[in-house]
């Protein structure tokens, strides 16, 4: 069985430019998350799914950040503009549903110069 | 809302020995406790969790306890080896978990 698929792994961009992460659940896993991960430090929930609904999106920066789930499968994590401050690892991960074990992706490590 | 506090933040111990990690939470309602191994560079990958309704549960040298009313939990490994060397993350919640700050772990041979 696949894992949590992200891309792209790696992803350097300069300051006030728009950036996407995209994330592959496993198949069947209804809850998809999107954390966010500083050096050092544990991830931080920033959305989480429930097929294609957000129903935790409190700490979701909104006025940079956006995701969607259009069809309950793929998401799609973005950030304009980016600010240095962003640079940390993107982690995606999955649950057949919410109290579901979480399996995660090998996350996207952002680096905003 | 919940509130995960891990410590130590690093522990160094030698190969056989037994390493002890320990977690507090603040959310009475959260009823599940996953821990998390994570190698440099590679994605956190489950190792052992326990839900409220257990106190204890071990997986060969991996344990991890509950204690409800004090409101922590603890990772035990026993007998550990160089391999064992990680960040180890706790977390706790109800539908929404928090993560401690990790444990960074080494066995020394």
């Known amino acids: 069985e696949a894992g949590v698929v992200q891309s792209p792994r790696y992803k350097i961009i300069e300051k006030k430019q728009p950036v996407a992460f995209w994330c592959n659940p496993i198949s069947g896993h209804n809850t998809l998350y999107w954390y966010l991960q500083n050096l050092g430090q544990g991830p931080e929930l920033l959305i989480r799914y429930e097929n294609e609904e957000a129903v935790d999106d409190s700490q979701l920066p909104k006025d940079r950040f956006s995701a969607e789930r259009l069809k309950g499968v793929d998401s799609t994590l973005k950030i304009q503009p980016a600010e240095l401050g962003d640079s940390a690892v993107y982690l995606c991960?999955?649950?057949?549903?919410?109290?579901?074990?979480?399996?995660f992706g090998p996350g996207t490590r952002l680096t905003v110069l | 809302g919940e509130n995960v506090e891990q410590h130590p933040s690093t522990l160094s111990v030698q190969e056989g020995d037994s390493a002890v990690i320990k977690c507090t939470y603040s959310?009475?309602?959260?009823?599940?406790f996953p821990w998390y191994k994570q190698e440099l560079g590679k994605r956190p990958q489950l190792i052992i969790d326990?839900?409220?309704?257990?106190g204890e549960k071990k997986d060969q040298r991996i344990a991890v306890t509950l204690n409800k009313t004090a409101k922590h939990f603890s990772l035990h490994i026993t007998e550990t080896q160089p391999e064992d060397s990680a960040v180890y993350f706790c977390?706790?919640?109800?539908?929404?978990?928090?993560f401690g700050t990790g444990t960074r772990l080494l066995v020394s041979p």
């Open positions: 326990i839900r409220s309704n257990v």
């Open positions: 991960a999955s649950s057949l549903d919410f109290a579901g074990e979480q399996f």
């Open positions: 959310d009475s309602a959260s009823n599940y």
């Open positions: 977390a706790g919640g109800f539908q929404k978990l928090v």
